[in-house]
């Protein structure tokens, strides 16, 4: 088992910034790919960014591309999700999940999830 516990979440002002983190404990963190999702209210959760187990391979979003960067650091079992230029579509509760073995934009790929922590992006 894997347990993901995500922070960082809260409000800010459209412009602004956020840094979420995910902290894994359980298996060996660094043998998990590891992906951001997120879920608007009314809507489905959509893929935000991965990144390869050992952080050599990232993809993103068109919607978050040049705006978020995703990141890792397998000594402390942890990613981060460094969120700039935020806009009010930001606004979502932000999950990470861990993948054993795969590499996927999708969410049924992942094995593992965290509760989720919340941004709000004022206008």
């Known amino acids: 088992q894997v347990q993901l516990v995500e922070s960082g979440g809260g409000l800010v002002q459209a412009g602004g910034s956020l840094r979420l983190s995910c902290a894994a404990s359980?298996?060996?963190?660094?043998?998990?790919?590891m992906g951001w999702f997120r879920q608007a209210p009314g809507k489905e959760r959509e893929f935000v960014a991965r990144i390869f187990w050992n952080g050599g391979s990232t993809s993103y979003a068109d919607s978050v591309k040049g705006r978020f960067t995703i990141s890792r650091d397998n000594a402390k079992n942890t990613v981060y999700l460094q969120m700039n230029s935020l806009k009010p579509e930001d606004t979502a509760i932000y999950y990470c999940?861990?993948?054993?073995?795969?590499?996927?934009?999708?969410?049924?790929?992942?094995?593992?999830w965290g509760q989720g922590t919340q941004v709000t992006v004022s206008s």
């Open positions: 359980g298996r060996t963190f660094s043998s998990y790919s």
């Open positions: 999940a861990a993948a054993i073995s795969r590499w996927s934009k999708d969410a049924y790929a992942y094995d593992y």
